[in-house]
């Protein structure tokens, strides 16, 4: 089963959800992987402490061209959708940070004065929690605009994927690395806060859940702090309420001390417990009909 922690915007404890959820889980000693995706900014490591000793950079192919063997006849440019390649004055300039790595300046090239490069993007850092949970992140180099790439990849990665249970704790937002992390999920978990603006961005969040066709469910975080917006979508729309957390200070400086929600309040084990087997019969029922 894999399951996608998401929100439409940051700071609503998707981290503290994918975290607290993978540690309940590991405790019932299922099999259990968390990956973060969130790779411009990833925090789940602080929280499960993985002893982090599997490495791996993270490449794209971009052209590199053989300027003697260049005759500038621009057809590379022509087919480069990105413009990360162009013939100026009969100098072909490619343009690293735009290239998508798909390969066509290189197939076109009538003089094949093109191969093709390894270019690092971030890496892959892996490795198993004190309570076991297979864990990976990635990490996007400072400069580089493309997480998707390292994205894909942590995805893929030694055997990740392959545990009962796979947790994915994604960016926030609606964007391509967001879309690129719910790609292939079973269940999304949207995680939001009852303020008008974790309703503005639950609604964002949620449209990508339905394009993607999965099914999805929703946990409200600092309840009690705001009005009842989200609630009432929620029931609009027949998202699941799967659970809520109150605004609580014990929390929040945990937290901010790099505890896990479980280190804090225990008691929150059985409800992810519970979470996974709403979560299982949500599916069920998604697979009857």
């Given amino acids: 089963m894999k399951i996608a922690i998401a929100s439409g915007k940051g700071g609503t404890g998707k981290t503290t959800i994918a975290t607290a959820f993978a540690q309940a889980l590991s405790k019932e000693r299922k099999s259990v ?71 066509s300046c290189t197939l076109i090239c009538p003089e094949k004065a093109i191969t093709e490069i390894p270019n690092r993007l971030g890496i892959l850092e892996g490795g198993l929690s004190q309570e076991g949970i ?20 942590l995805k893929k990665w030694r055997d990740l994927m392959d545990a009962e249970v796979v947790l994915i704790d994604s960016p926030p937002g609606a964007s391509c690395p967001v879309v690129e992390s719910l790609r292939g999920a079973d269940y999304i978990i949207l995680v939001t806060e009852p303020t008008p603006f974790g309703l503005h961005d639950l609604r964002q969040a949620y449209k990508v859940t339905q394009e993607l066709e999965i099914p999805a469910g929703v946990i409200i975080n600092r309840a009690g702090i705001g009005d009842t917006g989200v609630e009432q979508y929620c029931e609009e729309m027949g998202l699941q309420i799967l659970m809520q957390i109150p605004l609580e200070r014990e929390i929040g400086h945990g937290i901010a001390q790099g505890k896990s929600l479980l280190d804090i309040k225990p008691e929150y084990e059985n409800r992810f417990l519970q979470l996974h087997l709403q979560i299982t019969e949500a599916l069920s029922i998604v697979d009857r009909s």
């Fill in 33 to 103: 992987s968390l990956l973060d995706c969130d790779v411009e900014g990833p925090n789940s490591h602080i929280f499960i402490q993985p002893e982090l000793d599997q490495f791996e950079d993270v490449n794209m192919l971009i052209p590199s061209v053989d300027a003697e063997a260049c005759t500038g006849c621009g057809k590379c440019a022509e087919v480069c959708q990105f413009h990360a390649i162009v013939v100026i004055g009969g100098q072909t300039l490619v343009f690293p940070e735009m290239c998508h790595g798909c390969g």
């Fill in 134 to 153: 297979r864990f990976g992140h990635g990490i996007l180099d400072i400069g580089e605009p493309m997480a998707v790439p390292v994205i894909s990849k």
